[in-house]
């Protein structure tokens, strides 16, 4: 009998992979570790090989898995799609949703249009702000749901999308000097970047001074590219014309997550453009 892949396993995968722990993954997908641990050696039966390198910390694709990730993505959003399509289009209503600027593009580019095309009867309304900013106004009701980068383990519950690593980052040609103040391309307040940045050099004694101070983050990212300043950014996003100087203190991980008016109204179509962000979403 031919071997069938298991949409289930897929989406434990999938979990795995953008969360980066088993533990996560479980709490995810609302199952235990050790469910996910079988559904993952089930799916690496399947494949033929290992699909994760494990360690105390956390999990890592192998050169088998990133195959399965890439060729699965579209199979996962094609199961969903013909089951919305089962539930019909008839659903209406209106989503506002808040994204930072740093993942505005993604947001609109590559997740939005599909979830337009499939429901296209919900009016979807969206504000791009600081992520600090974005959070009060889902707390004063003013946002449906937001998209939002925090430190790790903050206390407000939210769903979260994966974890990410901000690393200092600098042209290619940057070099340090330790005698002048270091030149940063800060993001606006209220940004948990901005206070991360600030609070790590204060904590070891560094000196500073703003280059920059926008709401951009295509203006910082060209700042930074250009050799004038330094920033903090996803690991992840680091481009081909910037380096990362470890030589400055560490940051905390921080975590992306979703999180929705909990006192608000509760609606099926922010229930599914929550579901479509969180299957969608990629650093």
């Known amino acids: 009998m031919e071997a069938v892949l298991d949409i289930e396993l897929l989406r434990t995968f999938h979990a795995v992979a953008r969360l980066g722990k088993f533990r996560s993954a479980a709490e995810f997908v609302h199952k235990s570790p050790a469910a996910i641990s079988i559904h993952i050696q089930r799916l690496e039966a399947i494949a033929g090989g290992r699909l994760l390198d494990r360690d105390n910390q ?4 192998t050169v088998l898995g990133k ?8 199979l996962l959003n094609a199961h ?3 089951l919305q399509d089962f539930h019909g289009k008839a659903l209406a209503g209106r989503v506002v949703l808040g994204v930072p600027d740093e993942y505005a593009s993604h ?5 939005l249009p599909g979830f337009s095309t499939t429901w296209p009867n919900v009016v979807l ?14 707390g004063r009701g003013k946002l449906d749901v937001a998209l939002l980068v925090q430190p790790i383990k903050a206390s407000r519950p939210a769903e979260v999308l994966t974890v990410t690593t ?3 980052v ?3 040609a940057f070099t340090l000097d330790e005698s002048r103040p270091l030149p940063l391309a800060l993001y606006a307040e209220p940004c948990p970047y901005r206070a991360a940045m600030t609070d790590a050099l204060e904590r070891a004694g560094r000196t500073w001074r703003v280059i920059l101070d926008s709401a951009s983050s295509q203006a910082i990212k060209a700042c930074v590219e250009s050799g004038l300043a330094v920033t903090l950014l996803d690991r ?19 975590e992306v997550v979703l999180m929705r008016d909990a006192g608000g109204r509760g609606s099926e179509a922010i229930d599914l453009l929550i579901a479509t962000i969180r299957d969608n979403f990629r650093l």
């Open 58 to 61: 956390a999990v890592t694709l």
């Open 67 to 74: 195959r399965l990730l890439s060729s699965t993505s579209e």
């Open 80 to 82: 969903d799609r013909v």
């Open 107 to 111: 947001v609109i580019r590559d997740i």
């Open 125 to 138: 309304e969206v504000r791009t702000a600081p992520s600090l900013k974005l959070r009060d106004q889902v």
């Open 166 to 168: 901000p690393v200092w």
């Open 170 to 172: 600098g042209s290619a």
């Open 236 to 254: 992840a996003r680091v481009s081909e014309e910037m380096r990362v100087l470890d030589k400055l203190p560490r940051v905390v991980d921080h």
